[in-house]
């Protein structure tokens, strides 16, 4: 087996001749092995011993540090340490608000104040000490999280209040809503017992229609009927009224000549009006009352009446046909009187049969 200063002699000889050691082949490293495949090269292929130190492979990169800032932060003083070469730091100034880590390092290296081949990690340790200035200390991490924590309580208070006030505006709103509710139920039960109220009385209008005809004849006397009981008959008899003399006879005459004035009481002509049809006095009280009590005062009252309307005063069929005849047919019945008083002082003859016609 050949010695070591042997093998030595025999590596030296093959470098002379340009023969490489079989060993580089273990290397993996494509950057070692180009530094080692340099220094075995030909002197004048060779690098210096500086640019070898300079090699990415060997050399040491730099570190930035922080030198100074102000109090807020903003204008800071940095520093690149180079180890092991023999040049100077070199320090600079860099404003938070305006720089950024990239250009500042661009601007170095354009100005061959840096290495272009440290342009990455200069880059990125300058970003590093922006991101610590910039992460809060642990008592302001503390205050942090304290804050944060009273924020979230006091968002959620906020949200239960809010809340609340939504539950309390829904409440008042539904109370709102059913209230309206109630008012148009109960407009709706009005609408109802007004329509029933409108039925029945249509109702009862149509039966008083269609009993008008029926009973015409028999329950309405004639205001002719009514009169001739108070007339002298053709034989020159006195009535049972008493009127005896022509003089009285022209009175009564003329008081039914005479039409009702619509400032007339209602009590004077609702009395007549149950004397023409044979009704007492009390009848012509009580028709007075009811009228009274619908505020009718005075004929005026009772003729500005619609048809509608005298179903609601509370007389009988027979009173309110009376009333309506005694309206309406008052001088057509005055007119028969006076004819009737003229047959009766006339030389006894005949008399002709009363009418039958009913006032209208």
Known sequence: ?????NQLQQQQQQDVHGIKPACLLK???PEVLGVIENCLSNEDERMSAQEIL???FLA???DVVLLAADPDNVHLTLQVVFKGMDKLSVKFDFNVETDTAEEVVREMIEEQVLPERYQHHITKEINRILRDIDKPTESEQAEQVRRSVWRRESDIRNELDRTREELNQATERVLEIEQKCDTFESRARAAETRYRDAVRNLRELEELKSSAAEEESIKKPSLNEALSS?????TGTASTNGLNTPEEREKLVSHILDEYSDDTDIGVFVTDCALAS???SDKAHEWARKLQNQDIMTVGDLRD??????AGIGLTVFALRALKNMLKGKKLAAVQLQQQQANSISPPTQSPPPSSSSIA
């Open 1 to 5: 087996m050949a010695s070591p200063d």
């Open 27 to 29: 290397v993996q490293n």
């Open 54 to 56: 300079e090699h990415s």
């Open 60 to 62: 040491v990169e730099p």
């Open 230 to 234: 108070m007339t002298v008959t053709n």
């Open 278 to 280: 044979h009704r007492g």
């Open 305 to 310: 009446l619609h048809d509608e309307d005298w």
